[in-house]
């Protein structure tokens, strides 16, 4: 008991001092993205084609017997299996089972339904220990039971086997890294996944297994071998046709119909969860940061500038010009309740400093929306580029007599899913590397085009735009507007033309429009928004009118939202927003009843209650220009929450009425 006590207390010793194990409800800032995000995700999905290559492994023999007087149908010879010895089958067997259970103790992990510090140790053991029978098997059929060369060699389950083996072992080295940022405390006992990336797990893993069926139907079917037909079904989904195998039964064609229906239907559901979780990755890791680099150095000018209004103030003490950096920034709208006496100039001078700090964040936008269109793109290329050549590379080794330039026209072929079928895997090995190549490969070249169409279409449409408004393709646009303004003849023939076109445009769709109906200017009855100077000169409308804009501004909203456009709003828009935003305040209410003091500057410092969100800095983490949601949706929530306000103080205010009634009764 001594002895244990002694050599137990330097580890619990060693453990407290450099590990700081966090418990599962724990909700603390978590780092270490890729650890705790990133590679649990991609275990949990390339985990289900490790299985499935370890299948093919152990259902076809892994010895092929070469019959050179008969020919397959793409030329090559045919290839007949013979038996593997019962402690090959045997050992192959018991490597299948620990890496379905090791897969079966991660998805449990992820559904909590087994804790994580029992769970991913279960699953980290048993891929080690299907990676060293897969190894130590590899190795013994290649030195004991070689097949002998030429009339003899390895078949695709062998090589099988290696691809599986260096799965298993890729997996658990990803699993290690992320116990041990769960030891050193970076995250809690879970794994930090979103219900997307869960759904992801499931729609990889019900693909694999529907590939895994149509390898059973089709090698009964089309007479074919377990590899063969797996490679037959990928090739079916994926939509490449290579034509190499075929199927000449009237009942494999017929059952291609559904199954490659619903096997492309799963693929897309995979591509667009990947695409999803891309995005989210670029966002958060990539976009997040380069706005947090911009805002930082917008709040430092800001910072700066205040500073030095700060100190030419005679009215600030030493202390308040001192700590002038260190109060934060706030955003100061002109509060319309405050019965403080203000006059109009020192609003307008708000409203004025209070639109720098807008057209700072606006231009943040602008330029984070540059780059991450144009960094997604890039990366994508980047991804796109290291797939093929290095697959192209892989082939190239693989494959007896293929160049290296065909190879890399193989790979192209396969990542457009053009297909010609003049160059395909054919060799043992190629063919179960090319299934785990092609999984990756085509969603790759998938995010690629989605990134290319955000990116190169936005800017040849904005060319094209540049192109029209500099011919008469587009006559009431852009220059030659200033055409129209400087010179009246060809304004007022132009304008007559385009009402002409509008005119027997409505005639064909909806009959003859009277010529008054025709609007005289491209506004049509659009409300005009209100300027600064209109704000600062009627601060304090009443609440009745206000109540009635709420109502039509709500009305208009909802149009630009449902426009599908990402509209954005102009200053002097966003500032009518506000204003109809904070008035059913009853913060705001009660301290303009007792004449409470603002913030200096004609602005009400808020932040977000029970209410609802009434305050937000233009250069804040929780500016609405950052928000993921677009201008007008994040303001119709804030508008529809000041009409749940304004109508709850106005049921109030009829109660009180009537309690002060029936207490004079």
Not at 128 to 139: C, F, Q, R
Request: aromatic fraction near 10%.
């Amino acid at each position: 008991m001594a002895t244990k006590s002694k050599i137990g207390r330097p580890l619990r010793t060693f453990c407290q001092k450099h590990f700081e194990m966090r418990p599962p409800d724990d909700d603390e800032p978590q780092d270490w993205w890729v650890a705790s995000t990133l590679i649990p995700l991609a275990a949990a999905t390339t985990g289900p084609l490790a299985n499935l290559m370890s299948v093919v492994a152990l259902v076809i023999p892994w010895r092929n017997n070469i019959i050179w007087d008969q020919e397959n149908v793409d030329g090559s010879p045919i290839e007949v299996g013979y038996k593997d010895p019962t402690w090959c089958i045997a050992l192959n067997a018991t490597s299948l089972v620990c890496g379905i259970v090791g897969n079966i103790f991660l998805l449990c992990n992820f559904t909590r339904v087994v804790r994580y510090i029992i769970a991913l140790p279960m699953s980290i053991f048993l891929w080690l220990v299907s990676t060293a029978i897969l190894v130590g098997l590899t190795a013994s059929m290649s030195i004991y039971e070689s097949p002998i060369a030429p009339n003899q060699t390895f078949s695709q389950a062998y090589w099988s086997a290696v691809i599986s083996a260096a799965l298993y072992f890729l997996l658990s080295v990803m699993l290690m890294i992320n116990m041990l940022g769960y030891f050193l405390g970076h995250y809690p006992q879970n794994f930090v996944l979103t219900d997307d990336q869960r759904t992801l797990i499931l729609q990889t893993l019900g693909f694999i297994v529907w590939l895994a069926i149509g390898g059973a139907i089709f090698s009964q079917v089309v007479d074919i071998d377990y590899a063969d037909a797996v490679y037959f079904s990928n090739v079916t989904i994926l939509t490449l046709g290579f034509g190499d195998i075929t199927s000449p039964d009237p009942v494999a064609r017929g059952l291609i119909f559904p199954y490659a229906v619903i096997g492309m239907v799963m693929l897309g559901l995979v591509v667009s969860s990947i695409h999803r979780f891309a995005q989210e990755i670029h966002r958060d890791n990539v976009v997040m940061n380069h706005i947090k680099r911009k805002r930082k150095a917008a709040v430092r000018r800001s910072e700066s500038q205040s500073q030095e209004a700060s100190s030419q103030d005679t009215q600030l003490t030493y202390h308040e010009r001192h700590n002038t950096r260190r109060r934060p920034i706030i955003s100061r709208i002109t509060n319309p309740f405050t019965h403080t006496p203000r006059d109009q100039h020192t609003r307008l001078l708000a409203l004025q400093e209070e639109k720098s700090r807008f057209k700072a964040m606006r231009a943040i936008q602008n330029e984070t929306a540059r780059f991450r269109r144009w960094t997604s793109l890039v990366v994508s290329i980047a991804v796109f580029g290291i797939v093929w050549t290095c697959g192209a590379l892989v082939f190239w080794a693989l494959e007896d007599g293929m160049t290296y330039f065909t190879a890399l026209y193989f790979g192209f072929c396969c990542l457009l899913t053009i297909g010609y079928g003049d160059v395909t895997p054919t060799t043992n090995a190629a063919r179960p590397f090319f299934i785990v190549w092609s999984l990756l490969a085509i969603p790759t070249m998938t995010m690629l085009i989605s990134r290319m169409s955000d990116t190169l279409v936005r800017a040849y449409n904005r060319a094209t735009g540049v192109v029209a408004t500099w011919t008469f393709v587009l006559p009431t646009q852009g220059q030659w507007g200033v055409v129209r303004g400087s010179v009246p003849r060809v304004g007022k023939a132009v304008l007559e033309k385009s009402a002409e076109m509008e005119r027997k445009s409505a005639e064909l769709e909806k009959g003859p429009v009277h010529p008054q109906r025709v609007p005289s200017s491209p506004s049509g009855t659009k409300p005009q928004t209100l300027s600064l100077e209109d704000f600062a000169r009627n601060p304090t409308p009443s609440s009745r009118d206000l109540a009635q804009q709420l109502a039509q501004t709500i009305q208009q909203t909802i149009k630009d939202a449902l426009s599908g456009e990402a509209k954005e709003y102009t200053y002097e828009e966003w500032v009518g927003f506000t204003r109809l935003i904070r008035f059913t305040s009853p913060q705001l209410l009660a301290e303009a009843e007792t004449g409470a003091e603002t913030d200096g500057a004609g602005g009400m410092v808020l932040d977000e209650d029970e209410f609802g969100v009434l305050s937000w800095d233009w250069i804040g983490e929780q500016s609405p220009l950052l928000a993921e949601k677009t201008e007008p949706e994040w303001v119709l929530d804030r508008l529809c929450e000041s009409l749940v306000r304004y109508v709850a103080m106005r049921g109030e205010g009829k109660g009180e009425e009537r309690e002060e009634e029936g207490s004079k009764g």
